[in-house]
T-cell receptor
Framework: DQQVKQNSPSLSVQEGRISILNCDYT??????FLWYKKYPAEGPTFLISISSIKDKNEDGRFTVFLNKSAKHLSLHIVPSQPGDSAVYFCAATSAIGYALNFGKGTSLLVTP | DGGITQSPKYLFRKEGQNVTLSCEQN?????MYWYRQDPGQGLRLIYYSQIVNDFQKGDIAEGYSVSREKKESFPLTVTSAQKNPTAFYLC???????????????FGPGTRLTVL
């Protein structure tokens, strides 16, 4: 059963605008969340993470928001650039977890 | 340069044959992992190893085997018992084993296995 869900398989955004990628989780034991970016035929690269003691974490153009009561997190990319076009995976784990639980990914296309 | 290497990048196998995928890291990480990715799917955990000479099954371990004789190496064997072996295989590592500290996993470039 999928414990981490990314319900939008794809998203298209114009260059310079904001990209918002969403992720929902079902396991209340999850307390650490990560976003990975992946290009075709390559391994995922770590982008940004957030602990459950925070509700926001920012790194340059990337911000992750966490709403624990809704079991929802989102990744904001501002401003979006064509090089951001990739598949973005949301992942979650817990202090007693042994691995990352991944969503199915959202394919982001940033058009000029 | 520190990193994770996987070889080969593309691998073809005849049905019924075993094949071993290589994963090496020079990051001095304790924990290593194997994931499988299928089209339109997230990454699913096959096996993980927290320390040398120790490894645990993940969610989809059937038809796979691993070894961890050295800290830097974690090869994955896809056996003939694996019913749908064609997939993209990703190796990862992290500084500490899970449950010790939170830390992100670093991924290798992947190996695409195709069974003919």
């Amino acid at each position: 059963d999928q414990q981490v869900k990314q319900n939008s398989p794809s998203l298209s955004v114009q260059e310079g605008r904001i990209s918002i990628l969403n992720c929902d989780y079902t396991n209340s034991m999850f307390d650490y969340f990560l976003w990975y970016k992946k290009y075709p035929a390559e391994g995922p690269t770590f982008l940004i993470s957030i602990s459950s003691i925070k509700d926001k974490n920012e790194d340059g153009r990337f911000t992750v928001f966490l709403n624990k009561s809704a079991k929802h997190l989102s990744l904001h990319i501002v401003p979006s650039q064509p090089g951001d076009s990739a598949v973005y995976f949301c992942a979650a784990t817990s202090a007693i977890g042994y691995a990352l639980n991944f969503g199915k990914g959202t394919s982001l296309l940033v058009t000029p | 340069d520190g990193g994770i290497t996987q070889s080969p990048k593309y691998l073809f196998r005849k049905e019924g044959q075993n094949v071993t995928l290589s994963c090496e890291q020079n990051l001095n990480h304790d924990a290593m992992y194997w994931y499988r990715q299928d089209p339109g799917q997230g990454l699913r955990l096959i096996y993980y190893s927290q320390i040398v000479n120790d490894f645990q099954k993940g969610d989809i371990a059937e038809g796979y085997s691993v070894s961890r004789e050295k800290k830097e190496s974690f090869p994955l064997t896809v056996t003939s018992a694996q019913k749908n072996p064609t997939a993209f295989y990703l190796c990862a590592s992290s500084i500490d084993p899970p449950g010790v500290t939170y830390n992100e996993q670093f991924f290798g470039p992947g190996t695409r296995l195709t069974v003919l």
